[in-house]
């Protein structure tokens, strides 16, 4: 595997061109996708490592990819802690009893890996289906976003309930940060020992802090989470949205790759970053509902401002939109290919 341009562009090595992916390229969007959603719901299918093998390579097959990442949902692992959740369609993520006092702190169980062996399993079907020809991608969800949902109870704009409970109740918070860093630790670990080839943290509401509040209530945790796993091996990749206010911070958590989304500039992104680390973006997604031309311009643009120095990895500023043309999504690969040959 180290010989992919996809790992070898983590470790900011030469590539022969530009390696891309997409966040949530496996999903709705994917006409295969739905016709496994016809007669199986989201939690069977994850559950199932046949199905999530099928829905994992689906767009591998489609689309001229560098990697594969794992079909699972940031909540998969709440399984291995006791914490009972749902995927509601449309609302996403539902806590059955969110965790709000530290009374409640007693229900979220050590990491049990074995409840989430199905993952294990699939991951060892879906490495043995690929054979060499891409690396796959493990991911969790970092605490701060985890702790989002087992609060609130499900989705909203602001988590503010989340949110006064970090600022309020620092004995809770600290109690929910530790016990999902060791859970996000080991998940990560096994999804190494089953044969993910790098390993993604999706930090997707921590654009909600201030600079301040990420320093003291959150990085602690993530510098913990990429410590641990520096003895995997594996690149580690740190992903949130709305962070042009804490590049450096995220930078100092210690990840290998860190992911830029589209309200900061590719390379006003590295810069800050700093080149000692390997870029992941940065497209708007909702860019590809646009005519090719007009995704193509700014391709070009991101490429340009990437400047044909190693450790970029082409995606999306964030996860692909359900409306999404998949042409769309396969000339999109394909032109970041063409355009970035060295
Ligand atoms: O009805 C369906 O088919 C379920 C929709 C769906 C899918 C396809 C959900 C519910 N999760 C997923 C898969 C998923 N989730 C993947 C698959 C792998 C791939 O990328 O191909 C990944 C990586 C995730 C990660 C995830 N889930 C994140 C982090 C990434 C991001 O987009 O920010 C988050 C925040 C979630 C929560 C979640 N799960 C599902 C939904 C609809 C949501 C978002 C809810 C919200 O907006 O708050």
Not at 61 to 66: K, V
Not at 113 to 136: C, N, R, T, Y
Not at 221 to 246: C, E, N, Q, S, W
């Amino acid at each position: 595997m180290s010989e992919h341009r996809f790992i070898k562009a983590c470790r900011r090595e030469e590539t022969d061109c530009t390696p891309v992916w997409f966040m949530r390229q496996a999903g709705r969007y994917l006409h295969e996708y739905m016709a496994v959603r016809a007669d199986h719901s989201f939690l069977e299918i994850s559950r199932s490592p046949e199905l999530t093998k099928e829905v994992t390579l689906q767009p591998l097959r489609a689309f001229d990819l560098d990697a594969a990442i794992i079909f699972a949902d940031i909540m998969t692992p709440f399984e291995g802690i006791d914490i009972d959740f749902d995927i509601e369609a449309g609302a996403g993520p539902v806590i059955t009893e969110p965790v709000q006092t530290l009374a409640d702190l007693e229900r979220m169980k050590p990491f049990d890996a074995s409840k989430v062996d199905f993952l294990f399993e699939a991951i060892g079907q879906v490495v043995a289906e690929l054979d060499g020809q891409a690396p796959l991608i493990g991911f969790a969800g970092a605490p701060f976003t985890l702790a989002c949902y087992l609060i609130q109870g499900r989705s909203s704009r602001e988590f503010g309930k989340a949110r006064h409970i970090m600022y309020t109740q620092p004995e809770l918070w600290d109690g929910v940060m530790t016990r999902l860093s060791s859970m996000v630790v080991e998940y990560l670990e096994r999804q190494v020992q089953a044969g993910v080839a790098a390993v993604q943290v999706f930090d997707s509401w921590v654009g909600l802090l201030s600079p301040y509040d990420y320093k003291t209530k959150v990085a602690p945790y993530m510098k913990g989470i990429f410590d641990a796993l520096a003895g995997t091996g594996v690149p580690r990749i740190h992903f949130g949205t709305g962070t042009t206010g804490l590049l450096e911070l995220m930078r100092d958590a210690g990840a290998d790759v860190i992911g830029l989304d589209w309200r900061i500039s590719l390379d006003e992104g590295w810069r800050r970053v700093g080149y000692d680390r390997a870029v992941q973006g940065n497209l708007d997604p909702v860019l590809l509902l646009s005519d090719m031309e007009t995704v193509k311009t700014q391709m070009q643009r991101i490429l340009d401002e990437a400047a044909g120095r190693p450790g970029h990895i082409f995606n999306l500023g964030h996860g692909i939109i359900r409306t999404t043309p998949r042409e769309h999504v396969a000339e999109l690969a394909k032109a970041v290919h063409e355009a970035s040959k060295r």
